[in-house]
């Protein structure tokens, strides 16, 4: 079973568990800066709809590029840290693996412009 993450837009995540080509279940949750705090529990969700757990997704695939900087990375940092923990594949939406210099593959986001990130006085 490969597990689909897609944190791509500021306000939603998709996810997905497929068999193959075949579609098991799907669910998109709207967030508006809060994807870290809905992502797992929206995984743990999606696995129990489906009658399964975490330990029968044998591979993830998380889209790698899109609109939000750290939406993105949580998604990112999600899918990377499932992987190394359950030690399985964890492939970008294009297809890519960087492998670590350790047993195991990373996804590197790919953003489309520069952070805004402001600070506080």
């Known amino acids: ?44 969700e999606i696995l129990k709809s489906a009658n399964s757990d975490i330990a029968k997704i044998q591979e993830i695939i998380v889209v790698n590029s899109g609109e939000g900087f750290t939406a993105l990375r949580i998604g990112i940092i999600t899918a990377n840290a499932l992987g190394f923990a359950l030690n399985i594949p964890v492939f970008s939406s294009d297809n890519k693996q960087i492998k670590s210099n350790y047993d195991f593959s990373v996804i590197e986001p790919k953003y489309k412009k520069e952070p805004n990130i402001t600070t506080r006085n």
Do not use: C
């Not at 997905?16 to 080509?21: F, M, S, T």
């Not at 098991?24 to 992502?39: F, G, H, S």
């Open 1 to 44: 079973m490969t597990l689909h993450i897609d944190t791509s837009k500021n306000n939603l995540i998709y996810l997905a568990l497929k068999n193959g080509d075949e579609l098991i279940l799907e669910k998109k949750i709207t967030v508006r800066y809060n994807q870290a705090e809905k992502l797992l529990p929206g995984i743990d």
